[in-house]
């Protein structure tokens, strides 16, 4: 397995985004601003703090934000989809999808892991840690980003409920 990619998508990306929300906004804008280059920067500085020559380049990552709403739910909440470069293997990513509401205070972190063959599994990383696994994603972007809609969404709704 790729153990600098597998760090970036499952330890750094979150660790940034959960950690202080200054650390967050750095994140947010630079993912929303420099993009494709942010990432591969990131990425870069990953491989060679361990001697490796990064095997990504700016144009294998693309970022796309938009602002979403599920009908009738909680107000609109930002998403960033980034699309990956092809995963060597298992628990790593196609597509990354970042959900955070206006506030910032309540990100998530859903990933799109390769598993077993050519399938792909729908999964979300907590601030803890903690690792969820939704079961087979959806094959199409489309229907991944709704189905990553409607999860963040009950989380908004379950984190307003405790409030």
């Given at each position: 397995?790729?153990?600098?990619?597998?760090?970036?998508?499952?330890?750094?990306?979150?660790?940034?985004?959960?950690?202080d929300?200054?650390?967050r906004?750095?994140?947010?804008?630079?993912?929303?601003n420099?993009?494709?280059g942010?990432?591969?920067?990131?990425?870069?500085?990953?491989y060679?703090?361990?001697?490796?020559?990064?095997?990504?380049?700016?144009?294998?990552?693309?970022?796309?934000?938009?602002?979403?709403?599920?009908?009738?739910?909680?107000?609109?909440?930002?998403v960033?989809?980034?699309?990956?470069?092809?995963?060597?293997?298992?628990?790593?990513?196609?597509r990354?999808?970042i959900?955070?509401?206006?506030?910032?205070?309540?990100?998530?972190?859903?990933?799109?892991?390769?598993?077993?063959?050519?399938?792909?599994?729908?999964?979300?990383?907590?601030?803890?840690?903690?690792?969820?696994?939704?079961?087979?994603?959806?094959?199409?972007?489309?229907?991944?980003?709704?189905?990553?809609?409607?999860?963040?969404?009950?989380?908004?709704?379950?984190?307003?409920?405790?409030?």
């Amino acid at each position: 397995m790729n153990e600098e990619r597998f760090y970036m998508e499952q330890e750094y990306i979150p660790a940034m985004l959960f950690g202080d929300k200054e650390k967050r906004k750095a994140l947010l804008s630079g993912l929303q601003n420099k993009a494709n280059g942010f990432l591969a920067y990131l990425y870069n500085a990953i491989y060679k703090q361990n001697g490796w020559q990064c095997p990504y380049r700016d144009d294998q990552f693309n970022v796309k934000f938009c602002l979403a709403a599920v009908e009738g739910c909680a107000p609109a909440f930002g998403v960033l989809t980034i699309d990956m470069p092809e995963p060597e293997g298992m628990m790593l990513a196609s597509r990354v999808f970042i959900c955070a509401d206006a506030s910032m205070d309540n990100p998530c972190y859903f990933l799109v892991e390769k598993s077993v063959g050519s399938s792909c599994a729908l999964c979300r990383k907590d601030g803890d840690g903690t690792h969820f696994n939704y079961g087979p994603a959806p094959e199409s972007e489309e229907e991944q980003f709704q189905k990553v809609c409607d999860i963040y969404d009950d989380y908004l709704k379950r984190r307003a409920k405790k409030n």
